[in-house]
Each structure stands twice: as C-alpha cells, then as structure tokens.
C-alpha cells in the first residue's frame, strides 16, 4: 500500500473532516480513503455515452466509411389525409 501526504489541509476542513469520521465510527484516515474510493468510483462509473462513443472510433479517420452514391432523388414525405 502506498502512503499519501496531504500538506495546507485548511484547518476548517480538518474539522468537518474529523466529525464526518466519527459520525461513520472510522478514522480522519479511514475517511479519506473511503471518500477517495466513492469519488472515483462514481467517476469511473459516469461516463456518457457521447465519450464512450468517441473513445470507440478515436483511430478512424472519416474516409474510412465511404457514403454510396445517391442514385435517386429524394422525395417529399406523403402523408394521409
């Protein structure tokens, strides 16, 4: 397990810190870690499909889908009446 040192912790912070870790009966340390572990599981987990998508077809260049040649022209939706 690596060790993290976190300097300049507003003393503000520290506090509201300090009773959130006793309201959940863990440790200041114990409580950072699991904040850490929700915020960046949820970030993980929020990915939208728009980035999903771009990540998917990032190493393709537009040529590589070619558009068939039209050979009709396109004709006004009919609607009944």
Do not use: Y
Request: hydrophobic share 40%; no cysteine; proline share 5%.
């Amino acid at each position: 397990m690596a060790t993290l040192t976190i300097r300049n912790v507003d003393e503000d912070l520290k506090a509201k810190l300090r009773i959130q870790a006793a309201e959940n009966g863990r440790s200041m340390e114990a409580e950072v870690r699991a904040i850490l572990h929700t915020a960046l599981a949820r970030s993980e987990s929020q990915v939208d499909i728009g980035t999903v998508i771009r990540r998917r077809f990032a190493g393709m260049d537009d040529t590589s889908f070619p558009l068939p040649e039209r050979t009709e022209l396109a004709r006004p939706a009919e609607f009944p009446e």
